[in-house]
């Protein structure tokens, strides 16, 4: 039995507004808008992910350590080069280093690195 549930995820960026637009746009999913602040959510409202707008905020280095990931998210896709260009005409970047063969990672626009998983 669980004693918790997972009602969504909080990521650090510089821009709030343009990184829920990114995964907003890739997920489907419908945004609500705070100062410094954004949540987005599929239409059933089962989840969210919420972006808090930060100063000083620090990126990710990939694939090195200097400035950890911490985390990074796995979307499921159906065709890896099919959602490598939805993602990449979304803005996100996709660096040299690619460490598998059934997933690809990306860059966000605020330099999170995220992983296209097949289904």
């Known amino acids: 039995m669980a004693i918790a549930r ?5 990521i650090d ?5 343009r990184l829920a637009e990114f995964y907003g746009t890739l997920l489907g999913w419908k945004s609500t808008v705070q100062p410094d602040w954004v ?4 239409e059933d409202g089962s989840n ?3 972006f ?4 000083g905020y620090r990126a990710p280095a990939w694939p090195g350590q200097g400035s ?6 796995d979307v499921v896709v159906e065709d890896l080069d099919v959602g490598e260009a939805a993602v990449l005409a979304l803005g996100a970047t996709k660096p040299d280093f690619q460490p598998g063969t059934t997933f690809r990672v990306f860059l966000d626009p ?3 690195p995220f992983c296209l998983c097949l289904s």
């Not at 960026?13 to 507004?17: K, L, Q, S, T, V």
């Not at 949540?39 to 599929?42: C, E, N, Q, S, Y």
């Open 6 to 10: 997972f009602p969504g995820l909080v």
């Open 13 to 17: 960026c510089p821009d709030a507004g």
């Open 39 to 42: 949540d987005i959510r599929p």
């Open 48 to 50: 969210c992910i919420s």
């Open 52 to 55: 808090q707008q930060v100063g």
């Open 68 to 73: 950890p990931q911490q985390m990074h998210l």
């Open 110 to 112: 605020a330099v999170h």
